[in-house]
Nanobody, 123 residues
């Protein structure tokens, strides 16, 4: 599976962005998907994950209620809608794919990674 993330950019606090991650290669619908982020000088951290059917999602506490992960298996794409953005959301955001239905927040358990897209929240 090859993953291509896009949609990052500069946004003011309180603004919104939608990230996309397009997959190619093997059957997209057999993979659980996740979004992670890494801020300068910090470790990569879990943001959100979605099951292969899209029926189950979970989030890190700090983005719950502001971010929404979704997927379109027909388009082989996963999305991250980010609302009410804060400066502390500034990071490079990565999408990742894990074969099977089980979601996880552990980056080491994902099989494939996209290249990352930079999100900067600043006035």
């Amino acid at each position: 599976v090859q993953l291509q993330a896009s949609g990052g950019g500069l946004v003011q606090p309180g603004g919104s962005l939608r990230l996309s991650c397009a997959a190619s290669g093997r059957t997209f619908s057999t993979y659980a998907m996740g979004w992670f982020r890494q801020a300068p000088g910090k470790e990569r951290e879990f943001v959100a994950a979605i099951s292969w059917s899209g029926g189950t999602t979970f989030y890190r506490d700090s983005v719950e209620g502001r971010f929404t992960i979704s997927r379109d298996n027909a388009k082989a794409t996963v999305y991250l809608q980010m609302n009410s953005l804060k400066p502390e959301d500034t990071a490079v955001y990565y999408c990742a794919a894990r074969l099977g239905e089980t979601m996880t927040r552990r980056p080491s358990l994902y099989d494939y990674w996209g290249q990352g897209t930079l999100v900067t929240v600043s006035s």
